[in-house]
């Protein structure tokens, strides 16, 4: 209860004081990348249930001749680019926070089509609320290899208090600002998970 009533009073507040940046930010998508604004898409809550992630929108719309989307790299905008480096596109999750769907710190809400892929421990990333930011994040982010990435997940799940919390929190404003493990070796963001094996 502590660390909901944490998270509801953070992330309302920040919707607050930072409502004139989402507001420009939402305005410059708008102009340079049309509607909609928002990027909407189902990803898997606590236990694995499904719920829908809010985040501004940094990619063109571009399919190929057959009408499937091209790959992130030919997709992905200046201004796209820009608010992936600066964490900006996430700042809408807050709301997914005060509905009550995300924490503020957790393991990152990947891909519905991952669950069947994970091993047993790795599934125990979702013992707790999904993340805007977690421990992972905060380690390397999309510079870990998936392996690391659920590695630090379940540590994390293990070891959580509200000391960490905040300590994985006032590492994320310094992991900002310098920009560190944006996205993978070779990608624009960061390669699928396909398994194990």
Same mark, same amino acid.
């Given at each position: 209860?502590?660390?909901?009533?944490?998270?509801?009073?953070?992330?309302?507040?920040?919707?607050?004081?930072?409502?004139? *940046?989402?507001?420009?930010?939402?305005?410059?998508?708008? =102009? !340079?990348?049309? #509607?909609?604004?928002?990027?909407? $898409?189902? +990803? &898997?809550? *606590?236990?694995?249930?499904?719920?829908?992630?809010?985040? =501004? !929108?940094?990619? #063109?719309?571009?399919?190929?001749? $057959?009408? +499937? &989307?091209?790959?992130?790299?030919?997709?992905?905008?200046?201004?796209?680019?820009?608010?992936?480096?600066?964490?900006?596109?996430?700042?809408?999750?807050?709301?997914?926070?005060?509905?009550?769907?995300?924490?503020?710190?957790?393991?990152?809400?990947?891909?519905?089509?991952?669950?069947?892929?994970?091993?047993?421990?790795?599934?125990?990333?979702?013992?707790?609320?999904?993340?805007?930011?977690?421990?992972?994040?905060?380690?390397?982010?999309?510079?870990?290899?998936?392996?690391?990435?659920?590695?630090?997940?379940?540590?994390?799940?293990?070891?959580?208090?509200?000391?960490?919390?905040?300590?994985?929190?006032?590492?994320?404003?310094?992991?900002?600002?310098?920009?560190?493990?944006?996205?993978?070796?070779?990608?624009?963001?960061?390669?699928?998970?396909?398994?194990?094996?």
């Amino acid at each position: 209860m502590a660390k909901r009533l944490f998270d509801v009073s953070v992330a309302l507040a920040l919707l607050v004081v930072l409502s004139p *940046l989402i507001t420009i930010v939402a305005m410059l998508i708008a =102009f !340079r990348l049309g #509607r909609p604004v928002f990027f909407r $898409q189902s +990803r &898997p809550g *606590l236990h694995g249930r499904p719920y829908e992630i809010v985040k =501004f !929108r940094t990619m #063109r719309d571009a399919v190929d001749s $057959q009408g +499937r &989307p091209l790959p992130d790299e030919a997709r992905m905008t200046r201004l796209g680019t820009w608010l992936r480096a600066t964490s900006i596109d996430e700042l809408p999750e807050l709301w997914n926070v005060v509905k009550g769907e995300m924490s503020l710190v957790g393991p990152r809400p990947l891909m519905m089509e991952y669950l069947p892929r994970y091993s047993v421990e790795q599934q125990r990333r979702h013992e707790v609320l999904p993340g805007i930011t977690g421990w992972a994040q905060v380690n390397g982010r999309n510079s870990l290899s998936w392996q690391e990435k659920f590695e630090l997940d379940v540590w994390y799940v293990d070891h959580r208090t509200a000391w960490l919390d905040l300590r994985i929190l006032m590492l994320t404003v310094k992991k900002v600002f310098c920009r560190d493990g944006i996205s993978a070796e070779g990608h624009v963001t960061v390669e699928d998970f396909y398994g194990n094996d």
